[in-house]
């Protein structure tokens, strides 16, 4: 068995000296039996724990439509990829969406004209 130093805030040690009393334990039992009730909820990692997560609670999802409906929602109308994804998923934009691409389009285009007129 290994000894180590642990910083404890007081009120915590104070908590835990309650505890061990009404259980009749020492302190160190007590953080003993601690650890080892939380070392299985703890054994898997994130990524283990996630993986399969939908399918576990009965989410059936189509993988590439979930792909699709986040690419649509992320894409925004200065993104340069716009057409592209609206072609894929017209069910996800807006005539506001298509007003803010023109507009964008058109204020792109005006700045590359000013830029090419006053080129030397």
């Known amino acids: 068995m290994m000894r180590f130093l642990a910083d404890i805030p007081d009120d915590d040690v104070k908590w835990l000296d309650q505890l061990a009393r ?17 070392r299985p909820q703890t054994s898997k ?4 724990q996630g993986f399969g997560a939908w399918a576990r609670h009965g989410v ?13 929602e992320w894409t925004r109308p200065w993104d340069d990829d716009y057409d592209e994804v609206r072609a894929a998923s ?3 934009f807006t005539e506001e969406d298509d007003k ?5 389009v058109a204020l792109t285009k005006k700045a590359a004209e000013t830029l090419q007129k006053n080129r030397p």
């Open 90 to 92: 017209p069910e996800y």
């Open 100 to 104: 803010e691409r023109a507009h964008y």
């Open 22 to 38: 009404e259980q009749g334990k020492s302190r160190a039992a007590v953080l003993r039996e601690a650890v080892s009730a939380y």
């Open 60 to 72: 059936s999802v189509d993988p590439h439509e979930y792909d699709r409906a986040r690419r649509a």
């Open 45 to 48: 990692d994130s990524l283990e």
